[in-house]
Nanobody
Framework: QVQLVESGGGLVQPGGSLRLSCAAS????????MGWYRQTPGNKRELVAE???????TYLDSAKGRFTISRDNVKNTVSLQIHSLKPEDTAVYYC???????????????WGQGTQVTVSS
């Protein structure tokens, strides 16, 4: 069993900053990619940022330059630092991790429960 627990969401004024964190626990033989998706009502979940175990990163075009993803492979955490927040960044942000739970080479995507980010004055 694998759990992902997010923290750090909230209400922020436009132009402000926020840091989201996610901690993985449970059966963690190995963790591959980790990252963040976001979703607004009526829309599909979209990838915001992803980081491989080796540190390679991928960002949504609108997130480049404002979002920074990082991870700690010892603590099994992933974080998303967001600057210059815009109202259109308002969404529920979900953490994910691609996990191998045992010596059996099966990889499964796990998700956090989501954390609300609201950008409004």
């Amino acid at each position: 069993q694998v759990q992902l627990v997010e923290s750090g969401g909230g209400l922020v004024q436009p132009g402000g900053s926020l840091r989201l964190s996610c901690a993985a626990s449970g059966s963690l033989f190995s963790i591959g990619s980790m990252g963040w998706y976001r979703q607004t009502p009526g829309n599909k979940r979209e990838l915001v940022a992803e980081i491989t175990r080796g540190g390679d990163t991928t960002y949504l075009d609108s997130a480049k330059g404002r979002f920074t993803i990082s991870r700690d492979n010892v603590k099994n955490t992933v974080s998303l630092q967001i600057h210059s927040l815009k109202p259109e960044d308002t969404a529920v942000y979900y953490c994910f991790a691609n996990v191998r739970a045992s010596i059996i080479p099966i990889w499964v995507d796990y998700w956090g429960q989501g954390t609300q980010v609201t950008v409004s004055s």
